[in-house]
Antibody, heavy 121, light 107 residues
Framework: QVQLAESGPGLIKSSQTLSLTCSVS??????????WSWIRQPPGKGLEWIGY???????YYNPSLKGRVTMSVDTSRNQFSLTLSSVTATDTAVYYC?????????????WGQGTPVTVSS | DIQMTQSPSSLSASVGDRVAITCRAS??????LAWYQQRPGKPPKLLIY???TLQTGVSSRFSGSGSGTEFTLIITSLLPEDVATYYC?????????FGPGTKIDVK
């Protein structure tokens, strides 16, 4: 069965660009109609959807992130990535990657274990 | 954007109790609603999609109902392993918004 695993820097300074990668195992990132998503959760708070990407590179981002987000996919490595620019303390969160069932059925399953990111000043 | 609310924000119940959580959308989302369980320190786990379809492998003690703007997650016969925060999520169109969560603990 498909498993996802996030990786990232853990700690990043304010105003820098955050880069995270999600590695997919147990299946191909190009399989079927699946999309691939990033979701984050600030400490002690709820979940915020960041965006999703298809294996062809088609992507859609949450407008709340005001153009700071870029996603990419590397089918040869079975990975997809998130870049978030101009980070501030409000970007401190656990970042999860997840599979999206399809373009019209946008529920998330499975999820990775999450990678914590702290933005320091 | 469509806003999602949940009630209650937290509850405490006894083992064996029937528990109900309500999720409301600020606009009609038909049945484009999912429910997740997030145990402490763990990622969310999909329980239900399409408002009422149980994800494969999820206990039949969980059930979902509703359509339009009001939805309910029911846990029959609460177990200690059900201690978690439960989130609803709408997915009729992007952005895909989650509710604020309902934290359940066991008395």
């Amino acid at each position: 069965q498909v498993q996802l695993a996030e990786s990232g820097p853990g700690l990043i300074k304010s105003s820098q660009t955050l880069s995270l990668t999600c590695s997919v195992s147990g299946g191909s990132i190009s399989d079927g109609d699946y999309y691939w998503s990033w979701i984050r959760q600030p400490p002690g708070k709820g979940l915020e959807w960041i965006g999703y990407i298809y294996h062809t590179g088609i992507s859609y981002y949450n407008p709340s992130l005001k153009g700071r987000v870029t996603m990419s996919v590397d089918t040869s490595r079975n990975q997809f990535s998130l870049t978030l620019s101009s980070v501030t303390a409000t970007d401190t969160a656990v970042y999860y990657c997840a599979r999206v069932y399809s373009a019209y059925h946008n529920w998330f399953d499975p999820w990775g274990q999450g990678t914590p990111v702290t933005v320091s000043s | 954007d469509i806003q999602m609310t949940q009630s209650p924000s937290s509850l405490s119940a006894s083992v064996g109790d029937r528990v109900a959580i309500t999720c409301r959308a600020s606009q009609d989302i038909s049945n484009y609603l999912a429910w997740y369980q997030q145990r402490p320190g763990k990622p969310p786990k999909l329980l239900i999609y399409g408002a009422s379809t149980l994800q494969t492998g999820v206990s039949s003690r969980f059930s979902g109902s509703g359509s339009g703007t009001e939805f309910t997650l029911i846990i029959t016969s609460l177990l200690p392993e059900d201690v978690a925060t439960y989130y609803c999520q709408k997915y009729n169109r992007a952005p895909f918004t989650f509710g604020p969560g309902t934290k359940i603990d066991v008395k």
